[in-house]
């Protein structure tokens, strides 16, 4: 992290370790309250490196001591509290105080305290000869009240900051994509240098009224770059289609090792997904010809049929299909200076430039070279200030780093991140963890950067709220781009512009030791001293050796295999925190695994049955445990006791039978209702759960354990949001869903052909998701009468019929509504007075629904 978010993490720890564990510091105390009153001092001087920092590579190297003494302080310190935590573990505590083990233990860090207060003597004595001073609390170029206000900036309006692309698009439109002559298969290449705006020209034509609902029977996006992967980039592809079978494609990917062999079945699902039909494809960011030849035969090429594939790239591509070619030009001067405005002057709503600071803006974009990127990023710095003195500090400080970069985007990206807060810096740094060119959902990143500890609760802001609002700031500042919305405009999916990621991997090596291993090239190139961060794809989980995991607090391994791992290396990693394995070849957790009592995040993203081991409860610190895909299991009369879990996910989960086990326990989804009969006995109305998910798994109609369940979910007063699948009868609703006044948010899954009626719901429910088959009756009257809710999602064929009519009196309330995979709908009909306050409609896959009857105030967006 940032040099002044590692003094304020250690402060804190030592803050911590001084209220929590003081017993076991007698003799010590002395020289921890001291460092902590050191490192508190030395935060304020940094305020003033990092203002020196652009101009002088000595001050740039002081800030590089600083973080790297913090970063060693805090392994000290934590390896200490890990080695109390184990004797605690193992009931040897009250021998340890005593012992001359503690003894060894309390000299060790005092000694080493000692050692880390000399080296900090040292690094302030060098600050005075570089002129570093006290900046104190000295505002900031931006007010408190400012920056919050910006990270409200929510709902997040489409394409506000859009410039010079509506002419691209309408002639792109009328000469390739929407063109009535071209038959067959066509290909339109949108070519430009990166920061262009390449991407943004092709999600405007994707998202294009006249394209949704034009002549396309399926359209699909998927990003191909300079990391392609034949195989993921089509199963990517599939999973975007209208009937895509998913489960289809994992159970191929469970039954081959054979990449070749899988590679030409995918390339066979999608061609017979296409076939027959006319599509729209956008293939985002290709690098190279050969890489667009080896997906090319993937798609079907029907002369009675039109068909457009819009590829975006830096490079020339050549094919032999018929090529319409747009070559990407940077925005004009006029266009420039109305781009900066709308970044630099955000939610001003007069849209104007004081007359002082042109001159100086002028010069600003003459750094730009009309790149829209390096114009937008250059505005998100522009809009901290405003006073021209504070432009001409950005100028100043653009030009001082021109001459150590390769290029003005370059220059200003790099002098973006070093304007950013240590606490938005060490978010953005987070965002080197994943591949390039992914798809980053807000709810993962939102995960990371909790188990990294940069999510804080404030007063009456929930940490999910802070956290979204860094996420706001970072696109603000267009740091970070947005990839989708949900219903309500808030950022659902985000993504990192190439060169933006550039940035942030260079940084993220210097800063936080981040390393990545590649293949079997082992550890790259990009590794550091100390790494503290890694992520490794394509290899085992001992690439490296056991002296360079010692630092490590994350690790993220996609599409490996763990071997049986040896104790003695698993060891090694005894600072770790979170791990995550992505599409990992194991077939249970290594015994080894027990050794990371310091783990406090683990996810596991793979398809098949897991065992939790019966040591797996050593893991006392563990909080999360997310096995998504995974069908998991505790066995027999093995009772894993875990104070800190606080959530779990699973595909399925099977064995529980003591619910107090995990007394601290917020989220459980996907229990078997068998498995939860027996935790019955245990509930109590102090249970902490806010999210459960149960699954029905009966053969015939069972009323008596519904209405088990049921008085057991009623004893749940902290229960706030419930998923129940495996439903099958209309009175099944009514016999197992509790009507708790704090239950808002329920998902029903199952098989029923009649809607439930509004008394079987809870009386304050807020959201509800149904995913019934076999619904033949339009559900919307029956529906329409839940006075408070706000939310309603209809998915996966929950309704058979064609028309749904909203009464004159229905959904008083509803903002937001989904239709999701209604295969036959054709309309919605809404009365004069019905659905009053409806904001937001999305249909997602409902190729029969048309939409031109509905009111004009409702914002309808086509997917």
């Known amino acids: 992290m940032a040099a002044e978010a590692a003094i304020s993490s250690l402060v804190e720890l030592l803050g911590n370790l001084l209220i929590q564990k003081v017993k076991f510091l007698r003799g010590v105390e002395g020289k921890v309250e001291l460092l902590r009153e050191e490192l508190k001092m030395m935060q304020s001087f940094l305020k003033d490196a990092n203002k020196k920092q652009f101009e002088e590579e000595r001050v740039r190297n002081w800030i590089s001591s600083i973080r790297e003494l913090a970063q060693d302080a805090e392994d000290t310190i934590e390896i200490f509290l890990l080695n109390i935590e184990s004797a605690k573990n193992w009931g040897l505590l009250k021998r340890c105080t005593s012992s001359p083990k503690r003894m060894y233990h309390l000299d060790k860090i005092g000694d080493e305290i000692e050692s880390i207060r000399d080296r900090l003597d040292a690094i302030d004595k060098s600050r005075e000869r570089y002129g570093i001073k006290d900046l104190g609390e000295a505002a900031e170029s931006a007010s408190r009240w400012e920056v919050e206000s910006r990270r409200r900036l929510c709902p997040w309006q489409k394409d506000e900051h859009l410039v010079g692309v509506k002419d691209d698009v309408e002639k792109l439109l009328h000469e390739s994509i ?86 030409q079945k995918l390339k066979e699902m999608l061609h017979k997904q296409l076939e027959g039909k006319s599509y729209f494809i956008v293939l985002d960011d290709v690098w190279e010809k050969e890489h667009l030849e080896s997906l090319i035969t993937a798609f079907p090429n029907r002369q009675d049929k039109s ?90 400080q653009i030009n001082s780093y021109l001459g150590r970069t390769e290029s ?126 890694r992520v490794v794809y394509e290899e085992n989980l001992e690439t490296s050796s056991s002296n360079q995991n010692k630092h490590v607090r994350s690790l993220f391994l996609h599409n490996g295999y763990i071997p049986t791992i040896r104790s003695h290396y698993m060891k090694s990693y005894q600072l770790l925190k979170t791990l995550e394995l992505n599409r990992i070849d194991f077939e249970g957790l290594p015994n080894s695994f027990r050794l990371l009592i310091g783990l406090k995040c683990l996810r596991i993203h793979g398809f098949g049955k897991m065992k939790l081991p019966s040591w797996f409860d050593h893991l006392r610190n563990l909080e999360v445990l997310d096995m998504k895909f995974c069908m998991v299991y505790c066995p027999r009369l093995v009772s894993l006791k875990m104070d800190s879990l606080r959530y779990f996910r699973a595909w399925l989960f099977r064995g529980l039978t003591n619910i107090n086990m995990w007394k601290n326990i917020e989220c459980l989804r996907r229990i078997r209702h068998k498995d939860w009969m027996k935790c019955i006995s245990t509930l109590t109305s102090s249970c902490h759960l806010r999210e ?98 706000l939310f309603l999602k209809l998915q996966t064929h929950a309704y058979s019929g064609e028309m749904m009519l909203v009464l004159c009196d229905g959904f008083p309330c509803l903002e937001a509504l989904v239709l999701r995979d209604l295969s036959g709908l054709k309309s919605v009909i809404i009365e004069e007075g019905g659905m009053p306050k409806l904001k937001h409609l999305r249909i997602v896959r409902c190729p029969m629904l048309k939409t031109g009857n509905l009111p004009q105030h409702i914002n309808i967006v086509t997917e």
Not at 230 to 235: F, N
Not at 321 to 342: A, I, R, T
Request: charge should be neutral; aromatic fraction near 6%; include cysteine.
């Open 178 to 263: 929407l063109c009535e002559e071209k038959k067959g298969l066509c290909i339109a290449v949108l070519e430009g240098m990166g920061g262009i705006g390449k991407s943004t020209l092709a999600r405007e034509i994707y998202n294009h009224p006249d394209v949704v609902a034009g002549p396309f029977d399926r359209r699909g996006w998927v990003v191909v770059s300079s990391e392609f992967t034949p195989q993921e980039t089509i199963k990517q592809l599939i999973f975007e289609l209208l009937g895509s079978d998913k489960q289809k494609v994992r159970e191929l990917e469970e039954s081959t090792k054979d990449k070749q062999y899988l590679l």
């Open 307 to 396: 068909s457009r594939l819009l590829v975006t790239t830096r490079n020339k591509i050549i094919t032999k299909y018929d090529q319409y070619v747009h070559k990407m030009s940077p925005l004009d001067s006029e266009k420039s200076w109305e781009l900066l405005l709308k970044k630099a002057f955000i939610g001003n709503t007069i849209g104007k430039c004081p007359e002082e600071f042109e001159s100086v803006g002028n010069q600003i974009l003459e750094k730009c070279h009309g790149l829209p990127l390096a114009i937008s990023v250059v505005g998100g710095l522009l809009m901290e200030t405003k006073t021209k003195s504070g432009w001409e500090q950005v100028l100043h």
């Open 408 to 533: 003005g985007v370059s220059t200003i990206l790099e002098l973006s991140y070093q304007n950013l807060s240590p606490q938005l810096k060490s978010c953005f740094l987070c965002l080197a963890f994943f591949k390039e060119d992914v798809t980053i959902p807000t709810k993962r990143l939102v995960n990371i950067w909790d188990a990294q500890g940069l999510i804080h609760q404030e007063g009456s802001t929930t940490p999910d709220e802070k956290a979204r609002g860094y996420l706001n700031e970072l696109i603000n500042r267009s740091m970070v781009q947005i990839q989708d919305l949900n219903i309500y405009d808030q950022v659902k999916s985000c993504r990192l512009h190439d060169l933006v990621r550039e940035v942030c991997l260079r940084k993220a090596k210097e800063e936080i030791g981040l390393e990545i291993v590649k293949g079997e090239k082992g550890i790259s190139s990009e590794s550091s001293y100390k790494p503290r961060h």
């Open 692 to 789: 459960l998910g149960i699954e029905f798994h009966v053969k015939r109609r069972q009323c008596e354990e519904l209405i088990k369940v049921r008085a057991s979910l009623e004893k749940m007063q902290n229960l706030v949001i419930l998923h129940l699948s495996g439903l099958q009868y209309v009175t099944d609703i009514a016999l197992a869903v509790p009507q708790l006044t704090n239950l808002t948010k329920l998902k029903l899954y199952g098989k029923m052909s009649k809607c439930p009626t509004a008394s079987m719901f809870p009386p304050n429910l807020s959201h509800l998701t149904l995913m019934f088959t076999g619904l033949d009756d339009d559900p919307m009257a029956e529906l329409g009468k839940l006075p408070k809710l």
